[in-house]
């Protein structure tokens, strides 16, 4: 990964910004199958492999202006990623030295997306008042190519992005804010690939290359208390949005579901959320938040006839603690809890992610050592699981994803100015989204 920004001051007002990041992910794997009957006898092998390598660009300009109390930025940003990808499965009745490729389940495909956008934002602060405004206009062209079979699936739209912040300081440390935004989600290309994938044997997994991105539209107002140790919070909100991706079942065989990314018509929630940050004392500082809402969506799924809807009220907790107990010593612990959440075929389960971390200062703060304890799971707790039901007409299922658990990682931070200038490494842009 490359990654350059530079900023030129033409003078007090003015400034110029750019930035390139260009990336290379060697994006590949293989999944080996045994199919066992009766304990004892394997009646298949398999071999699923696959080389999908990306390529990701992005360019931006900005030009940013400023008086005392109002700024002004518009740019141009690039965004380009390409992929070309082989696809192949292999399988066998005979021992896993006779495996054939299986062209039913083969293919190459190149993928291309490119983004271009034109921005402004403008900021206003009154006595009592802060305003931003902003625009984006996005135009977005896909191309999918199936090199085996030769079909394209073109897709572009052009697109308008506003937004509108408004904080309303209204005295004895209280405010009121306001806001409205639209947004996208676009698809990655793991989403609209349409090779199917015969990873496990009970499933045929593949995307849909006329996915559609979603659009949402948000809108939000709260209040906003501080504290002289701290603050609270509490807002209302409802959002909509159009497009909702789903990951859907439907029969393919007797045994076999297939499984496949598709579009519901809308999905939209309103709820509430409170919380706040504190230090309860001067080495102890808390933090929390609850969020519950009522969620609804539709839509068509597959080739069933009859359109879907399901709704249900969702919420979500979060508590975590920081002591700094020590000199250059501190810890903490998170837990995130997400309740059991609908979807457009079924429901999907509650999920639960406690974290700890524990941090020690050296050198002034110039080196800090970090040991992270991630997906803590100390019994049967069910830490970073969820389980995936779905239901039709002709199928029930339900399925216990189980991810990684106890990831412990240890992280060196390098401050060489103390805090003003901070050592990072360039975030993925593009290949994390797909891997």
């Given amino acids: 990964m490359f990654d350059f920004n530079y900023q030129y001051q033409i003078n007090t007002a003015n400034s110029l910004q750019m930035g390139v990041i260009y990336e290379y992910a060697h994006i590949y794997g293989s ?11 394997t009646v298949q092998w398999t071999h699923n492999k696959y080389k999908n390598p990306l390529h990701g660009l992005r360019l931006s300009l900005q030009h940013t202006w400023k008086s005392d109390h109002q700024e002004l930025t518009t ?7 390409n992929q070309k990808g082989s696809f192949d499965y292999y399988a066998s009745q005979n021992g896993s030295s006779n495996q054939q490729l299986v062209p039913e389940f083969t293919g190459k495909l190149t993928a291309t997306n490119r983004v271009h956008a034109i921005f402004t934002q403008y900021n206003q602060q009154f006595s009592a008042i802060q305003l931003s405004l902003g625009l984006r206009y996005e135009y ?3 191309d999918l190519h199936l090199l085996h079979t030769d079909q394209k699936y073109p897709y572009a739209i052009h697109q308008l992005y506003p937004t509108f912040n408004l904080m309303h300081d209204l005295g004895s440390g209280w405010s009121w804010k306001l806001a409205a935004s639209r947004r996208v989600q676009r698809n990655n290309n793991f989403e609209l690939n349409p090779i199917p994938e015969r990873e496990h044997s009970e499933t045929l997994e593949q995307g849909d290359p006329e996915l559609l991105p979603e659009f949402t539209v948000n809108i939000e107002t709260g209040l906003i208390k501080k504290l002289k140790t701290g603050s609270i919070f509490f807002n209302g909100y409802y959002q909509h949005t159009k497009n909702p991706i789903q990951r859907v079942n439907s029969v393919y065989a007797d045994t076999i579901l297939r499984r496949v990314f598709t579009n519901a018509d809308y999905a939209s929630r309103y709820g509430a959320e409170i919380g706040g940050e504190g230090r309860l004392i001067s080495w102890l500082k808390v933090n929390g938040g609850l969020n519950v809402y009522h969620y609804n969506i539709s839509g068509k799924v597959l080739n069933y006839q009859d359109s879907r809807t399901n709704q249900d009220w969702v919420y979500s907790i979060n508590a975590g603690i920081q002591a700094d107990f020590l000199k250059n010593w501190s810890t903490g612990l ?5 309740s059991e959440k609908p979807t457009v075929q079924g429901m999907d389960s509650r999920f639960i992610v406690p974290n700890f971390n524990l941090s020690k200062a050296f050198w002034k703060g110039a080196l800090t050592v970090q040991l992270q304890w991630q997906f803590i799971e100390l019994g049967d707790w069910g830490v970073n699981e969820q389980r995936i039901t779905t239901y039709s007409s002709d199928f029930y299922t339900t399925t216990n994803y189980i991810y990684e658990k106890n ?3 240890l992280n060196l931070s390098f401050n060489m100015h103390k805090l003003n200038k901070l050592f990072k490494l360039p975030k993925s842009e593009f290949g994390e989204k797909e891997f």
């Fill in 31 to 41: 999944t080996k199958n045994g199919n066992i009957e009766h304990d004892v006898d």
């Fill in 407 to 409: 990831i412990v990682l």
């Fill in 140 to 142: 977005y062209q896909r």
């Fill in 75 to 81: 740019g141009y940003q690039l965004r380009n990623d």
């Fill in 334 to 338: 998170q837990i995130n809890y997400l």
